[in-house]
């Protein structure tokens, strides 16, 4: 699997995985709101694909904000790759791209008592990546609760160069 910076043309694959989970977060595929918020990322190189060569896109993230609070948007892996470590490999690729720490990275998902909390597995993965459930966020657009997910990142490790050697 490549994780890879997203292009013009994985738009239309990026969209299919969107059209699978329609049914927790509301309509997106055909929203051209939704759309130009898929360009305007990938203009800006924050948009990230997950592909298997042959086999095309398996999942897609947006990502925003700024040191030190930055915002996961818009993750989403294909059914059939579900479970297979494409959502990790695409936080710990946009983590190391885009944070530097100290920080925090946020993330909005399914409120506790949402029906897709359990049956998509999203609090449970975001929470086996380090994040812990914060403060409720605005329902999402089907009308079901939403909760920030928030994970602190440490200042990176400064190297103290080696002592030197004694004669």
Known sequence: MIVR???RRDVPG???PAAQVEHWFGPMVDDPGFTRAVERNIRRSTALVAEEPGAGLLGALLFGGADPV?????PVVSETARGEGVGRALMADATRRFVHG???VEVVTFGPDHPGAVTSGARAF???LGFT???PAGP???GGSRQVYRRAVPAPVQRQ????QLP
């Open 5 to 7: 910076r997203a292009t």
């Open 14 to 16: 990026s969209l299919a």
């Open 70 to 74: 930055h915002q996961v948007h818009w």
């Open 102 to 104: 100290p920080g925090t």
């Open 126 to 128: 975001y929470e086996s």
């Open 133 to 135: 459930p914060a403060e």
């Open 140 to 142: 999402g657009p089907e």
């Open 161 to 164: 160069p080696p002592a030197p």
